[in-house]
């Protein structure tokens, strides 16, 4: 057990601070809008395209937007057509069944459009709660460290969960995320977890 938290440590101790899509919204929508729209975008393009759409819509706004208009602003993230009718159709439900908050259930909101499994962990994260969404980097990083073994990242997820004690698990995907963008090259990262493979 300690050997992980030690690896855990170490990760945090050689990533950068940056900011990430899900992080410092000031309303419990922007958070959750924001994160749909970082699946399989950067972070760094992500964050710039949503503070844009939510300097221009209120919540009651976007549920009422034109989608031709959101597409536009939202044109630079991955799959944004799909996105953008996502983010419309997920506003008007918020606005009309859930009086504009944010359920803060994992089974609520996988039921809304366009969030799954990860996009659900990561705004629970965002709100304290204990979950442990698997993205590409905590799905990477966790099988090189040798701390999952399955294909599947619903599987990781559960592998993880079964490794680490629930008070650690809201800080993983953020330390994996941020430690696999520090090092944009692969060769240098996988030196530095190998490294951290190695640890006793």
């Given at each position: 057990?300690?050997?992980?938290?030690?690896?855990?440590?170490?990760?945090?101790?050689?990533?950068?601070?940056?900011?990430?899509?899900?992080?410092?919204?000031?309303?419990?929508?922007?958070?959750?809008?924001?994160?749909?729209?970082?699946?399989?975008?950067?972070?760094?393009?992500?964050?710039?395209?949503?503070?844009?759409?939510?300097?221009?819509?209120?919540?009651?706004?976007?549920?009422?937007?034109?989608?031709?208009?959101?597409?536009?602003?939202?044109?630079?993230?991955?799959?944004?057509?799909?996105?953008?009718?996502?983010?419309?159709?997920?506003?008007?439900?918020l606005v009309k069944d859930y009086n504009g908050m944010v359920?803060?259930?994992?089974?609520?909101?996988?039921?809304?459009?366009?969030?799954?499994?990860?996009?659900?962990?990561?705004?629970?994260?965002?709100?304290?709660?204990?979950?442990?969404?698997?993205?590409?980097?905590?799905?990477?990083?966790?099988?090189?460290?040798?701390?999952?073994k399955s294909n599947h990242p619903h599987k990781?997820?559960?592998?993880?969960?079964?490794?680490?004690?629930?008070?650690?698990?809201?800080?993983?995907?953020?330390?994996?995320?941020?430690?696999?963008?520090?090092?944009?090259?692969?060769?240098?990262?996988?030196?530095?977890?190998?490294?951290?493979?190695?640890?006793?």
């Amino acid at each position: 057990m300690s050997k992980i938290l030690k690896q855990l440590k170490e990760l945090e101790k050689r990533s950068s601070k940056m900011r990430l899509a899900a992080e410092s919204w000031k309303e419990d929508w922007q958070t959750l809008i924001s994160t749909i729209m970082s699946a399989r975008t950067r972070d760094e393009m992500t964050i710039p395209v949503a503070s844009e759409l939510f300097r221009k819509y209120s919540l009651k706004r976007l549920a009422e937007s034109n989608l031709k208009d959101v597409k536009k602003i939202i044109k630079p993230v991955n799959f944004y057509k799909t996105k953008s009718k996502n983010i419309v159709n997920c506003a008007k439900i918020l606005v009309k069944d859930y009086n504009g908050m944010v359920p803060r259930d994992f089974d609520e909101l996988i039921k809304l459009p366009g969030v799954g499994r990860k996009t659900a962990n990561v705004f629970l994260v965002e709100h304290k709660k204990h979950a442990l969404p698997v993205d590409t980097h905590v799905f990477q990083i966790s099988r090189k460290l040798g701390w999952a073994k399955s294909n599947h990242p619903h599987k990781v997820e559960e592998e993880l969960k079964n490794l680490f004690p629930k008070k650690y698990w809201n800080k993983i995907n953020e330390i994996l995320v941020r430690f696999g963008k520090t090092y944009t090259s692969r060769k240098e990262k996988d030196k530095i977890l190998n490294e951290i493979r190695r640890m006793k």
